[in-house]
């Protein structure tokens, strides 16, 4: 004998059918972003900045695979339902720290001298305002809520203790560094016509800024829109936040990988500069890595240069690239 369906019974399947469809599609993209960025060319010259990236991926996708698996079986599961808001916490807070790690790597590229990372008091602060978020993170594991509705329906949330101080940060430290990303936006121009070398930096820069703002206040209205919903609500079905955390990523996944895959005109034009002095720093190393990642189009062109300033600037790209991680 047959049971016939009602409309919470459909109305759930449905739920759960669209939200594995957003998930699925989610992991397809976060998986293509990880092959463009991490093919051998790639890999044989990956830097601190690089490795953000990657492992920015790395986290979303995991993330976005854990909470499909738990949207299908965390009805009527108790223990499901407790590792959906875990989830949340461990992959979500984690991506977050990343792209906060990228932001503030990027800060250092655009505002520091060329001096080491852990020269620079700019990025040293950076890394002590970082820290807080480790307590917030402690906050969101103790007050957590999950538990099952009458129906079945997993339910979980973040009690205020933990859902106003991650809010509140979330927006703070977004809304600085976006200030900090417009900062060299508001600068003069570059003068057209033949540009110095110092002048050309410049310009590369302001591009470099003017793509990470982008990212920097996509960050901050999604993560802002999801962590406001959650505070309003104080709770959410299992599967709604589970996808509306997925969305979250993923949108910042590939705002990430939109910032740095662009290619750059003035880098290309810095390469080929007779009086370029081959001396290249470590912050150097990293300006070419992050305004520009088509590494191998770039590399093969370099190849064909037959000047001893081309190949001792090749030599010289190179060897600061394999030493980036030692001096930092």
Not at 101 to 120: F, G, H, Q
């Amino acid at each position: 004998m047959s049971v016939p369906l009602t409309n919470d019974m459909l109305g759930m399947e449905w739920d759960e059918i669209f939200s594995q469809i957003i998930s699925l599609i989610c992991i397809s993209v976060l998986s293509i972003l990880f092959g463009a960025k991490s093919t051998i060319e790639r890999l044989r010259h990956l830097t601190y900045a690089r490795l953000l990236v990657l492992l920015i991926y790395i986290a979303s996708w995991a993330f976005t695979t854990a909470s499909t698996i738990l949207v299908a079986t965390n009805n009527f599961n108790q223990i499901s339902c407790t590792l959906s808001i875990l989830t949340c916490d461990v992959f979500y807070a984690g991506s977050k720290i990343l792209i906060y790690a990228w932001l503030i790597e990027r800060i250092w590229v655009v505002e520091a001298v060329k001096t080491r990372r852990l020269k620079t008091p700019l990025y040293r602060f950076h890394i002590v305002l970082l820290m807080p978020y480790f307590v917030i993170f402690s906050l969101m594991v103790v007050y957590r809520e999950s538990y099952l509705e009458e129906n079945g329906a997993c339910t979980i949330g973040l009690q205020p203790p933990a859902a106003v101080p991650l809010m509140v940060y979330d927006f703070i430290f977004n809304l600085y560094m976006t200030g900090l990303f417009i900062r060299p936006l508001m600068q003069h121009s570059v003068q057209r016509g033949f540009a110095s070398e110092t002048q050309l930096e410049r310009c590369e820069l302001r591009v470099l800024a003017k793509r990470t703002l982008v990212a920097s206040v996509v960050c901050l209205l999604v993560s802002l829109a999801n962590i406001l919903i959650l505070a309003i609500l104080k709770r959410e079905r299992g599967l709604i936040c589970l996808t509306c955390c997925t969305f979250d990523v993923t949108v910042n996944a590939v705002t990430i990988h939109f910032v740095t895959n662009r290619s750059s005109p003035v880098r290309q034009d810095i390469f080929v500069q007779p009086y370029r002095d081959t001396h290249i720093s470590d912050r150097d190393t990293d300006i070419f890595a992050m305004v520009d990642e088509h590494d191998s189009s770039t590399k093969a062109s370099q190849h064909t240069m037959h000047t001893n300033d081309g190949e001792r600037l090749n030599e010289t790209f190179a060897y600061n690239s394999d030493i980036q991680d030692v001096k930092y």
